[in-house]
């Protein structure tokens, strides 16, 4: 550990002799509910009955399998090296119908009582159902702000019911927070309920991933390993993971091969894997869905638009969705698009070749970088997703992005890059008459765009590239004297005017 200055030593020497060891403080639940479902008699028998892994395959294709896995198992693939998937006991679930889940979730909104104040684990039954409330570990995240987009969509789009949900309004400023509150708090079942011999949880992810994952394992005294590739990322981009406590370790190579190592580093050493394969992520992240659902008060909107780059967030809208539906909440589920960069645009030319045949690309820069990836690993997540919601793919060129993101901004909003894709897409399908203007849309903004000022800042000072930056509002250099200042007033005023 590094070393503190003296004022620290003394500091914490002294609240240590006089102070109770800290202890994790539970409030009991005073809703009714559980009882629990009763657990029904499927194959499983290590006593995991409500939630179990499957592969993924027998959830898209109805194949019967016998495969699966207790959720405390530390499994990442199926037998085949395929996807799994957190199957629920839908039959259980049923067991109460769809008012009692809406009045259940409904009645724990914005309390404290623990956990439910969170918005993922206010729907916990649906998430983690046999985890100790204990074990969980939560910032609160989710119940994020579902802003009325009212001036983008009146004056730029003639649409009057467009809303843009804030998962990135979050304790790290993205929505991997909704999935890592899921790994880490089993994680943490794990190693001190169970008492297996994890010692912390890994990843290489250059950004949001991180971040959350950093911030989550330091909540609960879980050490963290970060791989992140030399000189490749910005500070802001560090920041984060050195702040709160991560081991760490800056490799002189790229992204795929900090991906490559973490995977042989953790098949030898006991360092649970927290990349975007792992299915607990998206339990967390599918709750989104549930919440806007919710927000509407259970009205169910037109059109979700997602941007997408591993795929695997496309996949948790879909099931949290579907979930709603066949248990009874709502009686069927938006359209889903998914927004890709041009310059990582997989899904999009799969989708355009007519579902024929998927070809991983070589992903090229983008600004939206935290879905510049070539060969994502959920693709078939998503195409299922996609295919069951009557779902549309779309792409956004760097300008087109880019100009989105600071239109948005221009009315009030403050979007990150990734944010600019979805709403590029927006453009485009309201262009095209595919959004008609009374159809009700929801943009899902993925990360606050405080992460991404950079790129804002490059686009204002129209320091891009081959990119005119056409709504570019730099500031004006203007000399310490009244005249001067009256002068540039008096000619903003006017070109306003006129
Ligand atoms: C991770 C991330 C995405 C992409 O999500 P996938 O599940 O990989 O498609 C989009 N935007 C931001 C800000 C992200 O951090």
Not at 413 to 435: D, E, N, Q
Request: glycine share 6%; with cysteine; aromatic share 10%.
């Amino acid at each position: 550990m590094a070393v503190a200055s003296p004022l620290f030593n003394t500091l914490f020497s002294k609240t240590n002799t006089q102070s109770p060891p800290l202890r994790r403080t539970t409030i009991k639940c005073t809703t009714t509910y559980p009882p629990s479902p009763p657990p029904t008699t499927t194959i499983n028998t290590n006593g995991n009955t409500l939630a179990k892994y499957v592969p993924f395959i027998s959830i898209s294709s109805s194949s019967p399998t016998t495969e699966s896995y207790s959720l405390d198992d530390i499994v990442y693939r199926s037998r085949d090296g395929g996807l799994l998937d957190v199957q629920h006991d839908m039959a259980a679930l049923k067991k109460f119908d769809g008012q009692y889940w809406k009045s259940l979730f409904d009645s724990r909104v914005g309390k404290t009582t623990w956990p439910y104040g969170s918005g993922v684990w206010s729907k916990k039954e649906w998430v983690l159902p046999e985890i100790d409330d204990e074990d969980i570990v939560s910032a609160f995240e989710g119940n994020s702000n579902l802003f009325w987009a009212e001036r983008f969509g009146k004056v730029h789009l003639e649409m009057n019911d467009l809303w843009v949900k804030q998962c990135g309004i979050s304790h790290t400023g993205s929505f991997k927070d909704l999935g890592m509150t899921v790994l880490v708090s089993q994680v943490n079942r794990l190693r001190k309920k169970l008492k297996r011999p994890l010692v912390g949880v890994g990843c290489a992810s250059t950004g949001d991933t991180s971040a959350a994952l950093s911030s989550y394992c330091a909540a609960a005294d879980i050490p963290s390993f970060v791989f992140l590739p030399a000189n490749k990322i910005s500070m802001a981009q560090l920041v984060q993971p050195i702040a709160n406590g991560a081991f760490v370790l800056s490799i002189d190579t790229d992204f795929d091969g900090c991906m490559k190592l973490i995977r042989e580093v953790t098949s030898e050493l006991p360092i649970y894997l927290a990349n975007s394969l792992n299915s607990l992520r998206l339990e967390g992240q599918k709750t989104a869905a549930i919440e806007i659902l919710q927000q509407f008060n259970w009205e169910v909107p037109d059109w979700v638009i997602v941007p997408g780059g591993n795929l695997g967030n496309i996949y948790a809208f879909y099931k949290g969705f579907k979930m709603c539906q066949e248990l009874g909440l709502v009686d069927k589920i938006p359209r889903l698009v998914c927004a890709q960069a041009t310059n990582a645009n997989p899904l999009y030319l799969y989708y355009k070749s007519g579902w024929n045949e998927f070809q991983p690309v070589k992903a090229k820069t983008t600004f939206a970088s935290a879905i510049q990836i070539g060969d994502p690993v959920s693709i078939d997540r998503a195409v299922f997703a996609l295919k069951n919601s009557n779902g549309i793919v779309e792409e956004a060129t760097e300008e087109e992005l880019m100009d989105a993101m600071a239109l948005a901004d221009s009315t009030g909003m403050f979007v990150c890059p990734h944010t600019g894709v979805a709403l590029t897409a927006l453009i485009k399908l309201r262009k095209s008459g595919i959004i008609g203007p009374n159809e009700r849309t929801v943009v899902v903004s993925t990360a606050h765009g405080l992460k991404f000022a950079q790129s804002k800042i490059d686009y204002h000072s129209r320091k891009i590239q081959d990119m005119s930056c056409g709504l570019a509002n730099p500031p004006l250099q203007v000399k310490a004297n009244f005249g001067a200042v009256m002068d540039v007033l008096m000619n903003y005023l006017d070109s306003r005017a006129s």
